[in-house]
């Protein structure tokens, strides 16, 4: 246990800490917000429970947070912000509330904004988990007593081999560790696989180590797109321009065109100029206002045909949350992440659509090919492997042709196990590639404190693909983004851990209550076999008749309020004036000014008094005779009421026993349908991400062939160059030769020999011109064509995207109107029936009606 602003690993059975080297730290703070101003809450302890899978080289972390309120007397609600590494998120919270834990429960975050809205005006104790921006998380505690320790937890996962937080200076800091070595798990250097059980199912993962490329040429023009929010200003400034240098001098032809932007954009640079030049431009930019990332793909878009590569400078938060859809066709994209909070998810998928690399330290990444993932087997047969009726899920999906970049912390796959036993697992790093078995049978099982890791791993990698599909087919996904989190109960922009204690929470908001809450039971027995009742005038309710009645009396007296104009009243000075000509004229002697004051005010008091109490007795004698037809009315109403409850009643046990009945038949057909939808919806994603790659090979393919074709080109014009040149040399030789016995006549004919030498020279300099020209023009001629066929197989891939959005849309269209019609259908059946029901009551009431006036 180590006390101090850094927190420390120290073994379990260590006597002597051990040094830490130096990380970055992010600041914990817990802070109760008053009337004016942020107290702190003081964090007495924390606790790390670190539970490893080593073979995979990741972490499951529980931290345990003992807060004390020493700044309210009273109860009070904190918020404690908990920036995280990046790549790092939030799995489960819990509070301990009178010595029992209460779980959160995942939910979509809009509906947890709204559920705490309501549970705070009814008075009750609510907190949700929200991520804000980036790896930023916050989370409210409630409720927090006066000089009494409260405690909270909450689980992490995370690859980081460090605990790189900074608490206050008298916080107590303690790690433990559940692996027999006692430390925490790195990504490991060669491949590794492990199993555990967790959400009722037996999941598994597999690492992959990274293979690097060797690299290739650089690129000749670079786009800089640069962030000058507020948020970017620091010391990391000076780092930047250093990587800066450092790529330009692998690379010295490269010219760098600069763009700025934050809630606008800016061509920097008047055209592409060397990195110094780039450099000088960035170091004279501002940093103020916030973040418009809808403004990168409008940059994008304007670039030239040139540029072959884009680095981005920004945190990748944007001030409203946006997430921008770049363009089908622009060049790698390379984000920068050199902050301690980034949007990481974001950035990466820009990178995945895109073919770029996350740059999280030097610059020269981006000048190799990307590794990738090129295939998945496994021993499935037959309909196992089509149709997963053995149950193996996995993520990457290994029926597809894959091409998943691969960044330097490696890959992991991971997915639900099944019948699958024998996995193997190919990457090309190049030209090389690369397989990697693994053996599911005797893969060794986690502890069980790390199981549920191998779930959310699996749950992360189905966000980052759903994430990277939505860039690449430019689609929003957010809606499967947010079923993933609820599923697996992590915390993401799209959806929130929801704090609720009591039983009527869940059920007044539609919340199923987790197994392991202590209010499971009673929510349980009240739920069984009844829906939610819908309490009409409670806080978004529909209001009752009462309740509008004085809505509507309100909006009135408002609207005659404001219709009305206030008449203007008389100077204090004009009416003591008239008082005292009145005095006058009347004989009365005068009075001195206050008590004449004093006698006006007294006199219009009584006048008020008189017509009060005129009016107090109208109106008693109107509400006398009001009250009286009202009771007259009021029995007559209730007697009539009665009656029609009565049969409304008749009515609405048979409307209800056929709405049971439909709305049963209604929830299955809906069911049925939305498997449909989804199983084709995965079809075309599938044959989508098919038709990209095979695009994206034969495009690589065909630029392979025309850098062939150059390469012979360029070797023939060596050899036919070499052969002028010997050709040249023989001929000097043997002019050379026959200077002996010729030398009394070669004087005479010197001049003769260099003229013709002169003349062939400048022969043989028109060939190589001409021979030149026309293997310019031809180059040109075929890179025009290559282009030309590059844009047709773009537009007919475009074609084909919109006719397959066309007939998914008809389809849909023609779904809607079948429902329609059955909808219709069913109305019209269920009017039937009520319509019957209503005239056999009618007949009977008729006839009990009939038989009484007989009796009569």
Same mark, same amino acid.
């Given at each position: 246990?180590?006390?101090?602003?850094?927190?420390?690993?120290?073994?379990?059975?260590?006597?002597?800490?051990?040094?830490?080297?130096?990380?970055?730290?992010?600041?914990?703070?817990?802070?109760?917000?008053?009337?004016?101003?942020?107290?702190?809450?003081?964090?007495?302890?924390?606790?790390?429970?670190?539970?490893?899978?080593?073979?995979?080289?990741?972490?499951?972390?529980?931290?345990?947070?003992?807060?004390?309120?020493?700044?309210?007397?009273?109860?009070?609600?904190?918020?404690?912000?908990?920036?995280?590494?990046?790549?790092?998120?939030?799995?489960?919270?819990?509070?301990?509330?009178?010595?029992?834990?209460?779980?959160?429960?995942?939910?979509?975050?809009?509906?947890?904004?709204?559920?705490?809205?309501?549970?705070?005006?009814?008075?009750?104790?609510?907190?949700?988990?929200?991520?804000?921006?980036?790896?930023?998380?916050?989370?409210?505690?409630?409720?927090?007593?006066?000089?009494?320790?409260?405690?909270?937890?909450?689980?992490?996962?995370?690859?980081?081999?460090?605990?790189?937080?900074?608490?206050?200076?008298?916080?107590?800091?303690?790690?433990?560790?559940?692996?027999?070595?006692?430390?925490?798990?790195?990504?490991?250097?060669?491949?590794?696989?492990?199993?555990?059980?967790?959400?009722?199912?037996?999941?598994?993962?597999?690492?992959?180590?990274?293979?690097?490329?060797?690299?290739?040429?650089?690129?000749?023009?670079?786009?800089?797109?640069?962030?000058?929010?507020?948020?970017?200003?620091?010391?990391?400034?000076?780092?930047?321009?250093?990587?800066?240098?450092?790529?330009?001098?692998?690379? %010295?032809?490269?010219?760098?065109?600069?763009?700025?932007?934050?809630?606008?954009?800016?061509?920097?640079?008047?055209?592409?100029?060397?990195?110094?030049?780039?450099?000088?431009?960035?170091?004279?930019?501002?940093?103020?206002?916030?973040?418009?990332?809808?403004?990168?793909?409008?940059?994008?878009?304007?670039?030239?045909?040139?540029?072959?590569?884009?680095?981005?400078?920004?945190?990748?938060?944007?001030?409203?949350?946006?997430?921008?859809?770049?363009?089908?066709?622009?060049?790698?994209?390379?984000?920068?992440?050199?902050?301690?909070?980034?949007?990481? %998810?974001?950035?990466?998928?820009?990178?995945?659509?895109?073919?770029?690399?996350?740059?999280?330290?030097?610059?020269?990444?981006?000048?190799? %090919?990307?590794?990738?993932?090129?295939?998945?087997?496994?021993?499935?047969?037959?309909?196992?492997?089509?149709?997963?009726?053995?149950?193996?899920?996995?993520?990457?999906?290994?029926?597809?042709?894959?091409?998943?970049?691969?960044?330097?912390?490696?890959?992991?796959?991971?997915?639900?196990?099944?019948?699958?036993?024998?996995?193997?697992?190919?990457?090309?790093?190049?030209?090389?590639?690369?397989?990697?078995?693994?053996?599911?049978?005797?893969?060794?099982?986690?502890?069980?404190?790390?199981?549920?890791?191998?779930?959310?791993?699996?749950?992360?990698?189905?966000?980052?693909?759903?994430?990277?599909?939505?860039?690449?087919?430019?689609?929003?996904?957010?809606?499967?983004?947010?079923?993933?989190?609820?599923?697996?109960?992590?915390?993401?922009?799209?959806?929130?851990?929801?704090?609720?204690?009591?039983?009527?929470?869940?059920?007044?908001?539609?919340?199923?209550? %987790?197994?392991?809450?202590?209010?499971?039971?009673?929510?349980?027995?009240?739920?069984?076999?009844?829906?939610?009742?819908?309490?009409?005038?409670?806080?978004?309710?529909?209001?009752?008749?009462?309740?509008?009645?004085?809505?509507?009396?309100?909006?009135?007296?408002?609207?005659?309020?404001?219709?009305?104009?206030?008449?203007?009243?008389?100077?204090?000075?004009?009416?003591?004036?008239?008082?005292?000509?009145?005095?006058?004229?009347?004989?009365?002697?005068?009075?001195?000014?206050?008590?004449?004051?004093?006698?006006?005010?007294?006199?219009?008091?009584?006048?008020?008094?008189?017509?009060?109490?005129?009016?107090?007795?109208?109106?008693?004698?109107?509400?006398?005779?009001?009250?009286?037809?009202?009771?007259?009315?009021?029995?007559?109403?209730?007697?009539?009421?009665?009656?029609?409850?009565?049969?409304?009643?008749?009515?609405?046990?048979?409307?209800?026993?056929?709405?049971?009945?439909?709305?049963?038949?209604?929830?299955?057909?809906?069911?049925?349908?939305?498997?449909?939808?989804?199983?084709?919806?995965?079809?075309?994603?599938?044959?989508?991400?098919?038709?990209?790659?095979?695009?994206?090979?034969?495009?690589?393919?065909?630029?392979?062939?025309?850098?062939?074709?150059?390469?012979?080109?360029?070797?023939?014009?060596?050899?036919?160059?070499?052969?002028?040149?010997?050709?040249?040399?023989?001929?000097?030789?043997?002019?050379?030769?026959?200077?002996?016995?010729?030398?009394?006549?070669?004087?005479?004919?010197?001049?003769?020999?260099?003229?013709?030498?002169?003349?062939?020279?400048?022969?043989?300099?028109?060939?190589?011109?001409?021979?030149?020209?026309?293997?310019?023009?031809?180059?040109?001629?075929?890179?025009?064509?290559?282009?030309?066929?590059?844009?047709?197989?773009?537009?007919?891939?475009?074609?084909?995207?919109?006719?397959?959005?066309?007939?998914?849309?008809?389809?849909?269209?023609?779904?809607?109107?079948?429902?329609?019609?059955?909808?219709?259908?069913?109305?019209?059946?269920?009017?039937?029936?009520?319509?019957?029901?209503?005239?056999?009551?009618?007949?009977?009431?008729?006839?009990?009606?009939?038989?009484?006036?007989?009796?009569?």
């Amino acid at each position: 246990v180590l006390p101090g602003r850094t927190p420390q690993r120290a073994m379990a059975d260590a006597t002597q800490p051990v040094a830490v080297p130096s990380v970055q730290r992010y600041p914990v703070s817990f802070h109760y917000f008053g009337e004016a101003t942020s107290l702190p809450v003081k964090i007495q302890k924390a606790s790390f429970h670190v539970c490893p899978a080593p073979t995979i080289g990741q972490n499951l972390i529980r931290l345990e947070l003992t807060v004390l309120n020493d700044c309210h007397p009273g109860d009070i609600a904190g918020k404690l912000k908990l920036p995280l590494p990046p790549g790092a998120t939030v799995c489960r919270f819990e509070f301990l509330r009178n010595e029992k834990w209460y779980p959160a429960t995942p939910v979509e975050a809009k509906k947890a904004k709204e559920v705490v809205y309501k549970e705070k005006e009814k008075g009750r104790s609510v907190a949700a988990t929200s991520q804000t921006q980036g790896n930023v998380f916050e989370i409210e505690v409630s409720p927090l007593k006066y000089q009494v320790p409260s405690q909270c937890r909450l689980w992490y996962s995370h690859s980081d081999t460090e605990v790189p937080f900074d608490f206050g200076a008298d916080t107590t800091v303690e790690v433990k560790h559940e692996g027999p070595e006692g430390a925490l798990c790195s990504p490991p250097s060669g491949p590794g696989a492990c199993l555990g059980e967790c959400f009722g199912q037996m999941h598994f993962a597999c690492y992959v180590p990274f293979s690097p490329v060797a690299a290739s040429g650089a690129p000749k023009s670079v786009a800089v797109l640069w962030d000058t929010s507020g948020s970017q200003a620091g010391d990391h400034l000076a780092l930047r321009f250093e990587r800066l240098r450092q790529l330009a001098a692998k690379c %010295p032809d490269t010219r760098f065109e600069v763009w700025s932007f934050g809630i606008g954009m800016k061509k920097e640079s008047s055209g592409p100029g060397t990195a110094e030049e780039a450099i000088s431009l960035l170091g004279a930019l501002r940093y103020d206002g916030g973040t418009d990332l809808t403004l990168v793909p409008k940059i994008l878009e304007s670039l030239g045909s040139a540029t072959e590569a884009v680095m981005l400078f920004t945190d990748g938060m944007d001030n409203l949350d946006r997430r921008p859809m770049l363009p089908a066709s622009c060049p790698p994209v390379h984000c920068v992440v050199d902050q301690a909070s980034v949007n990481l %998810p974001f950035l990466s998928s820009v990178c995945l659509s895109t073919g770029g690399h996350v740059l999280k330290a030097d610059y020269l990444p981006m000048l190799r %090919p990307q590794t990738t993932l090129s295939g998945i087997q496994t021993d499935q047969v037959g309909e196992d492997f089509v149709m997963g009726e053995d149950g193996f899920v996995c993520c990457p999906d290994h029926r597809l042709h894959l091409q998943w970049p691969i960044g330097e912390e490696g890959v992991w796959i991971c997915g639900i196990r099944g019948g699958v036993r024998k996995l193997s697992i190919q990457l090309r790093a190049g030209k090389d590639l690369k397989e990697y078995g693994f053996d599911l049978g005797t893969a060794p099982e986690v502890a069980a404190g790390a199981a549920p890791l191998l779930g959310y791993l699996f749950a992360r990698q189905q966000y980052a693909a759903v994430e990277r599909d939505g860039a690449v087919m430019g689609m929003d996904l957010t809606k499967v983004r947010a079923d993933l989190a609820v599923k697996y109960g992590f915390c993401t922009p799209e959806s929130s851990l929801l704090m609720l204690y009591d039983s009527e929470q869940f059920v007044e908001n539609g919340i199923d209550c %987790p197994k392991e809450h202590p209010a499971h039971a009673k929510w349980k027995a009240e739920t069984a076999g009844a829906s939610p009742e819908i309490k009409k005038g409670e806080i978004g309710e529909p209001k009752t008749e009462e309740q509008m009645n004085v809505v509507s009396r309100l909006a009135e007296e408002l609207q005659r309020y404001v219709q009305t104009p206030i008449p203007p009243q008389a100077a204090r000075s004009d009416h003591l004036e008239r008082c005292a000509r009145n005095r006058m004229a009347s004989g009365a002697p005068e009075l001195p000014r206050e008590e004449e004051e004093l006698r006006c005010l007294f006199t219009a008091r009584e006048e008020q008094r008189r017509r009060a109490a005129v009016a107090c007795r109208r109106d008693e004698a109107q509400a006398f005779h009001a009250f009286q037809a009202f009771a007259a009315a009021r029995a007559a109403a209730e007697e009539e009421e009665e009656q029609r409850r009565r049969e409304e009643q008749r009515r609405g046990e048979a409307f209800h026993a056929f709405q049971a009945f439909a709305a049963a038949r209604a929830a299955a057909a809906e069911e049925e349908e939305e498997q449909r939808r989804r199983e084709e919806q995965r079809r075309t994603e599938a044959f989508h991400a098919q038709a990209f790659a095979a695009a994206r090979a034969a495009a690589e393919e065909e630029e392979e062939q025309r850098r062939r074709e150059e390469q012979w080109r360029r070797e023939a014009f060596q050899a036919f160059a070499a052969r002028s040149a010997a050709a040249a040399e023989q001929e000097r030789r043997e002019e050379a030769e026959a200077l002996h016995p010729m030398q009394a006549r070669a004087a005479a004919r010197a001049a003769a020999a260099e003229e013709e030498e002169e003349q062939r020279r400048r022969e043989e300099q028109r060939r190589r011109e001409a021979f030149a020209a026309a293997r310019a023009a031809a180059a040109e001629e075929e890179e025009e064509q290559r282009r030309r066929e590059e844009q047709r197989r773009r537009e007919a891939f475009h074609a084909f995207q919109a006719f397959a959005a066309a007939r998914a849309a008809a389809e849909e269209e023609e779904e809607q109107r079948r429902r329609e019609e059955q909808r219709r259908m069913e109305a019209f059946h269920a009017f039937q029936a009520f319509a019957a029901a209503r005239a056999a009551a009618a007949e009977e009431e008729e006839e009990q009606r009939r038989r009484e006036e007989q009796r009569r």
